[in-house]
C-alpha cells in the first residue's frame, strides 16, 4: 500500500460520501414525516348567525361540529363526521355526515366544499371557510338553480352566511371582516 491510500483509510469517509449520506437520511426523514397523520377528535358547539346579505337583522342559531380531523404535513386537512345547523333538520347526525377537505387558502383560513348525503350521493349545501384552529366557521351556503330542462339544476353561491362563534349580527360582521370575507360596502364577497 502507497502512503496516499493508509491516509485515506485513517481519516474515514470522505467529506463527498458523508454529505450523500446525510442528503439521503433527511429525505428519508421529509418522507416519513409526510406519511404521518395527526388525527383527532372534534366536538365543538357555537353560537352562530345566519344571515342575509343586505338584510339588518340575523338569525341566531348554533353551529355543531363534531367528528375526525385529520392533518397531514404537506396535504390538505380532511374532516369526517357531522356539521349540524340548529335550523337546517336535515343536516341532524340521525340522517347525514359530511366530508370535507381543506384546502388552505390566502388570509389565513381553509376553505372546503360541505357535501351532505348517504354514500355514494352527495348533495352540495356550501362552501364553508375555517380558520386554521377550527374555532372559526363561516358556511355560505348554495343556492339551487334549476338548468334549462326540468332534470337539470346547477349550484351556485347564495347570498347567505353561517357565522360562528356569533352571537349577533355585529360579532358575525366583525368576524367577516376581520377574514376580509366582506366587501369595503359592507356586503358580502
Known sequence: MNAEQ???KRHGPSRVTTVICL????????IIARMVKFRSQVD???????WEDGEATAVNTSLHFHGELVKQWGQDDSFTGYLE??????????????WLTMAREDGGLNRGLLEYGKFPAHTP??????????TQFFLFPFAQVSGEDDRTSTY???SSVYAAPAASLDEARSLLEKYGLLKPDGSLR
Open 44 to 50: 365543538v358547539t357555537l353560537p352562530a348567525v345566519l
Open 6 to 8: 493508509t491516509n485515506a
Open 85 to 98: 345547523l340548529e335550523d337546517q333538520p336535515f343536516t341532524s347526525e340521525e340522517s347525514n355526515k359530511v
Open 156 to 158: 351556485v353561491a347564495g
Open 23 to 30: 442528503v439521503l437520511v433527511l429525505a428519508a426523514a421529509l
Open 125 to 134: 349545501f356550501g362552501e364553508l371557510y375555517t380558520d386554521r384552529e377550527y
